[in-house]
């Protein structure tokens, strides 16, 4: 059963414009979550994380947003570039080490 | 800067052998953890470690054995490989205390044919 659900498989944006990301949980006992970036043939590299006692994160071109009540979280990209193209994994976690991650993301940015 | 390392980018292997995945981290990290990455699955978590000869079961476990027997190398063992345990395997390392983020290596592509 899975417990971090990313429901677009596929994101397509313009160059400049802003990448909007989105994952929904089900577990209320996850107070932890990430993004990872992920290319093809490398491991997934971590992008930016945010705890329950927040609502927003913000880093540079990246913000995630958590929304407790609806279980949801957003990444935000803005603007986005080409080397912004790649797979993203949102990700949970619940105070015992393990990660719970979702299907992913594939973001193309267009010229 | 964190550095996983992975014994091997590409391995083929054929159905029956005993296959070993070596995952390797110099950061003194307490946890260690193998997943498998999939098409539409994300990455799933087989395995984990959060001390010297401590392991615990992840979500699909089943076909694989690991072990931890120093603090720096952690294996993931194919017992006897089935052409379902192809995939892409990712070893990630992090440190136990707070909320940290787990740093991976560059996977293991493992194909049995």
């Known amino acids: 059963d899975q417990q971090v659900k990313q429901n677009s498989p596929s994101l397509s944006v313009q160059e400049g414009r802003i990448s909007i990301l989105n994952c929904d949980y089900t577990n209320s006992m996850f107070d932890y979550f990430l993004w990872y970036k992920k290319y093809p043939a490398e491991g997934p590299t971590f992008l930016i994380s945010?705890?329950?006692?927040?609502d927003k994160n913000e880093d540079g071109r990246f913000t995630v947003f958590l929304n407790k009540s609806a279980k949801h979280l957003s990444l935000h990209i803005v603007p986005s570039q080409p080397g912004d193209s790649a797979v993203y994994f949102c990700?949970?976690?619940?105070?015992?080490?393990?990660?719970?991650f979702g299907a992913g993301t594939t973001v193309t940015v267009r010229a | 800067d964190v550095k996983v390392t992975q014994s091997s980018r590409y391995l083929v292997k054929r159905t029956g052998e005993k296959v070993f995945l070596e995952c390797v981290q110099d950061m003194d990290h307490e946890n260690m953890f193998w997943y498998r990455q999939d098409p539409g699955l994300g990455l799933r978590l087989i395995y984990f470690s959060y001390d010297v000869k401590m392991k615990e079961k992840g979500d699909i476990p089943e076909g694989y054995s690991v072990s931890r027997e120093k603090k720096e190398r952690f294996s993931l063992i194919l017992e006897s490989a089935s052409t379902n345990q192809t995939s892409m395997y990712l070893c990630a390392s992090k440190r136990t205390l707070g909320n940290q983020p787990q740093h991976f290596g560059d996977g293991t592509r493992l194909s049995i044919l």
């Open positions: 945010i705890s329950s006692i927040k």
């Open positions: 990700a949970a976690s619940a105070r015992d080490y393990k990660l719970s």
